[in-house]
Nanobody, 119 residues
Framework: QVQLVESGGGLVQPGGSLRLSCAAS????????MSWYRQAPGKERELVAT????????NYLDSVKGRFTISRDNAKNTVYLQMNSLKPEDTAVYFC????????????WGQGTQVTVSS
């Protein structure tokens, strides 16, 4: 079955950096667009970044452009989110997402990893 396992979250001071990882299994990773979402307390889940199946194209939420970088290693079935110049407003649970075709599009989610930006 499809599994997405995030890691790399934690507590960091404003201006600091973190790198999130998401290890995927149960589907042909190299054929699937991968995304990172986040959800802050009391807010809706929002799309942070997306990378195409072969990693040639990326898209970002306006508020993270120039600070976050999404990438993937198809040999390791892993997608990453490098987060630099972190701000308190980046505090949220970050989720890895895979949209897989199976007689219709199906969204799969990881369990989430907490990122807290605070001094």
């Amino acid at each position: 079955q499809v599994q997405l396992v995030e890691s790399g979250g934690g507590l960091v001071q404003p201006g600091g950096s973190l790198r999130l990882s998401c290890a995927a299994s149960g589907f042909i990773f190299s054929r699937v667009k991968m995304s990172w979402y986040r959800q802050a307390p009391g807010k809706e889940r929002e799309l942070v970044a997306t990378v195409t199946s072969v990693g040639t194209s990326t898209n970002y939420l306006d508020s993270v452009k120039g600070r976050f970088t999404i990438s993937r290693d198809n040999a390791k079935n892993t997608v990453y989110l490098q987060m630099n110049s972190l701000k308190p407003e980046d505090t949220a649970v970050y989720f890895c997402n895979a949209r897989v075709w199976a007689t219709g599009w199906v969204d799969y989610w990881g369990q989430g990893t907490q990122v807290t930006v605070s001094s």
